[in-house]
């Protein structure tokens, strides 16, 4: 399906295929043994990818890797770690309106819950109007995202040989920006993950039922409603029926008990007024 629908992208598509890299470990070039065989390095998170779009019917392909010291790697974090590369698209490929993502699956980063609300949220935010998550089945191999991350290790790596310290996630970040290199780097700050985690309430979000058989989710019109399938499908129109297509408010529970206790509360008004109106006619 990855091959499908790169070779059927349109115009006013893009395709993002993310990653988290394993977390890079700072190094400096000269270090006593202590600081070199310890187990207290500091460690920051690379999320790395690659962005495929059409141009003049063309496929085109930009990658990307964004450095935060924050090594959260929730629904929260991959939106803070995204959402530079869509305000990217937003500005720069303005007729980009639908945006498809593919990933691997793990339940604690992308196939769960918060993720699923996040994405029915963020992409409509950001100025999008449809978008799909498509996950990659386990043991798929290695992808173009892992190549990003290869690269970028290598590049501090070699910078550290020749003379540098790569001591922090920012220090990380201002050496990759003085590289000549067609990847473009973003710095993530934990006050951009914060900012999130304060915005999005994910408590009450409600889980999709079997998430790890779900290999693909499309957003849609309706507030906190998804659609979802366990193969993925990229006929022309995106909620096509194939492969069982179903729906799921991620919200439903939290509304219907908001309905419930209005409910309630109307009959204790009105159980209220009708002992009020008894006690006057009783005197």
């Known amino acids: 399906m990855y091959k499908t629908c790169k070779e059927t992208l349109t115009d006013n598509e893009c395709i993002i295929h993310c990653d988290f890299s394993e977390n890079y470990l700072c190094k400096s070039n000269e270090e006593v043994q202590a600081t070199h065989f310890g187990a207290s390095k500091q460690q920051f998170t690379l999320h790395t990818g690659v962005m495929y779009y059409k141009n003049e019917q063309t496929l085109q392909e930009k990658s990307f890797c964004t450095i935060s010291p924050n090594n959260n790697h929730g629904p929260t974090a991959i939106w803070a770690h995204l959402t530079p590369i869509l305000e990217y698209i937003r500005e720069t490929l303005t007729n980009i309106n639908t945006v498809h993502f593919f990933s691997d699956g793990p339940t604690t980063q992308y196939r769960q819950k918060g993720n699923f609300y996040m994405l029915s949220e963020m992409v409509k935010k950001l100025g999008f109007q449809k978008s799909t998550w498509t996950f990659f089945e386990s ?88 659609k979802y399938r366990k193969i993925a499908c990229f006929c022309r129109e995106l909620l096509c029926e194939c492969f069982g297509l179903q729906e799921h408010n991620l919200r439903l529970k939290k509304q219907k008990r908001k309905h419930d206790e209005d409910k309630k509360e109307h009959h204790q008004e009105k159980m209220y007024s009708k002992t009020t109106e008894a006690t006057i006619k009783r005197r």
């Open 139 to 226: 043991a798929h191999g290695k992808g173009a995202a892992d190549g990003i991350g290869g690269a970028v290790k290598r590049t501090l790596d070699k910078k550290v040989t020749y003379g540098e310290d790569i001591v922090n996630a920012q220090s990380a970040y201002d050496v990759l920006q003085n590289c000549q290199s067609k990847i473009m780097y973003f710095y993530i700050s934990d006050e951009d993950i914060n900012t999130l985690e304060q915005n999005f309430d994910l408590t009450g979000v409600i889980p999709v039922p079997q998430t790890m058989d779900i290999h693909q989710i499309i957003t849609t019109d309706q507030e906190h409603v998804i």
